[in-house]
């Protein structure tokens, strides 16, 4: 795991990061618990993201924070792939409600060691 901080005082946000075993991402997974969408400025500290290769991103969420799968629908809810844009110094996420993301970003300078994270409301 990395240090990681959040900036945003009484932000309902969590998260946690780490490095890939080989050491060429920086993987973030962040859960947003609140009925609201949030804004989450992710910078990193001690080296570089690699501005060139977008963030991957899955995203689970649901409007129903009680929604969950069956055998009859056993993709009620379901993970979405999307990415967004780095820059050398970090990116932006958006987090829907009720959303647990992953976030992976590829490392262009082998020191970044930590994700510091800030939410504010969409």
Request: hydrophobic share 50%; aromatic share 4%.
């Amino acid at each position: 795991l990395l240090e990681s901080t959040l900036d945003a005082a009484g932000s309902p946000v969590r998260a946690v990061s780490m490095r890939s075993a080989d050491a060429r991402s920086l993987v973030l997974y962040v859960v947003n618990p609140s009925n609201g969408s949030l804004a989450l400025a992710v910078r990193v500290s001690g080296g570089t993201l690699d501005a060139s290769i977008p963030v991957l991103l899955s995203v689970l969420s649901s409007k129903d924070p009680s929604a969950f799968n069956t055998p009859s629908q056993p993709d009620n809810i379901a993970p979405i792939a999307a990415t967004v844009l780095a820059s050398p110094e970090g990116a932006l996420l958006s987090l829907p409600a009720y959303s647990f993301v992953v976030a992976v970003a590829t490392i262009a300078t082998a020191a970044a060691a930590a994700a510091y994270v800030g939410a504010t409301a969409e």
